[in-house]
């Protein structure tokens, strides 16, 4: 009788241990990161708004090297490629070179209408600006 107790207390044990380890478990960071950088991806329409100067163009969004990374193709209607980073809904854009300009900024992601609110300025010229992006 009591090796048949042992035997249940060991059972009950383990099961218990079982649990408290499963309870614990949770999703990596990266796999977090690169689901929210996924949704960040694909071909934008955008409307640019730079002190009332109304710019339309076309940006495709593209992963980088990095997982929480992103390359902006045709941003600011350049044929050239930015590189932001992806937290959660946020992008930002850290101070970058392109030609003469310099360009940094943040944006967020609204995954239930598509929409992408980039305000960036660059220096050249000390314009603010405000790119609507939107996934048709």
Known sequence: MITLNILDFKKAFILFASVVLLAGCKKDKEKDDNTSVDAFLGIYEVEEDCDSNKD???IVIKKSGSSNEVLIENFF?????IKASVEGEILTI???KIDEYTFNGTGSLNKSTNTLM????YYED????????IKP
Not at 118 to 121: P, Y
Not at 126 to 133: S, V
Request: charge should be negative.
């Open 56 to 58: 339309y163009y076309t």
């Open 77 to 81: 209607d350049m044929e050239e490629t």
């Open 94 to 96: 850290k101070s970058q």
């Open 118 to 121: 980039i305000k960036f300025s």
């Open 126 to 133: 000390g314009y603010d600006c405000t790119a609507k992006c």
